[in-house]
């Protein structure tokens, strides 16, 4: 089953809100990735954090990898409507293990 | 080809029929990774080769699956006597170097999906 808490489990938005969404674990990872994946897709990456306390943007962007290695979260500020999907965050040592997704609905 | 291509992309199958879902990874790609998607949920590891071994096999689900990458190259999953709960996208990854520490970004295909009727 799946190791990673993700949450919320669905948002839905106005057009230009900001939006925030967190993932923790029991486990440490050594990197932490946020891929979006639209219907009928794979997974597609977002941004990739290898530090512990690394604060990376991706132009709307922000992500943060947790000081205990344990969590992350992703910020999407000024949303628009193709920002619509499903967000997972992933953890990672060997292989990886993914979040149940957040399910983004921006309404215009 | 440019991105890690998977097919079938639609798989119907009958309750105890045998399949075989191929994928091809990104040219020179050592690591390859199977995922399964259920509805609503997030991909569940499979599996890992390295090159041509599977050194992780720990997330298949039953004997039923199997997979192979003889060389190191094109990877197939297999599902013998598939079951109605075997349905769900099946995903493929692959990423250029070794996955000793979890460094590397991983490329996805777009999956097969497969039901079972």
């Known amino acids: 089953g799946q190791q990673l808490n993700q949450s919320p489990q669905s948002m839905f938005i106005q057009e230009g809100e900001d939006v925030s969404m967190n993932c923790t674990s029991s486990?440490?990872?050594?990197?932490w990735l946020w891929y979006k994946q639209d219907p009928g897709e794979g997974p597609v990456l977002l941004i990739a954090l290898y530090k512990a306390g690394e604060l990376t943007s991706n132009g709307r962007l922000t992500a943060q990898f947790g000081i205990t290695r344990k969590d992350s979260f992703l910020n999407i500020s000024a949303s628009i409507p193709s920002d619509v999907g499903i967000y997972f965050c992933?953890?990672?040592?060997?292989?990886?293990?993914f979040g149940a997704g957040t399910r983004l609905t921006v309404k215009p | 080809g440019a991105g890690v291509s998977q097919s079938p992309r639609y798989k119907v199958a009958k309750r105890g029929q045998d399949v075989a879902l191929r994928c091809d990874p990104i040219?020179?790609?050592?690591?390859l990774f199977w995922y399964q998607q259920a509805l609503g949920q997030g991909p569940e590891f499979l599996t890992y080769f390295q090159n041509e071994a599977q050194l992780d096999k720990s997330g298949l689900p039953s004997d039923r699956f199997f997979a192979e990458r003889p060389e190191g190259s094109v990877s197939t999953l297999k599902i013998q006597r598939t079951q109605q709960e075997d349905s769900a996208v099946y995903l493929c990854?692959?990423?250029?170097?070794?996955?000793?520490?979890?460094?590397?970004?991983?490329?996805f295909g777009s999956g097969t999906q497969l039901s079972v009727l």
């Open positions: 040219s020179g790609h050592v690591s």
């Open positions: 992933a953890g990672q040592r060997r292989d990886m293990r």
């Open positions: 990854a692959s990423s250029l170097g070794r996955q000793s520490q979890g460094h590397e970004k991983l490329f």
């Open positions: 486990s440490i990872f050594n990197t």
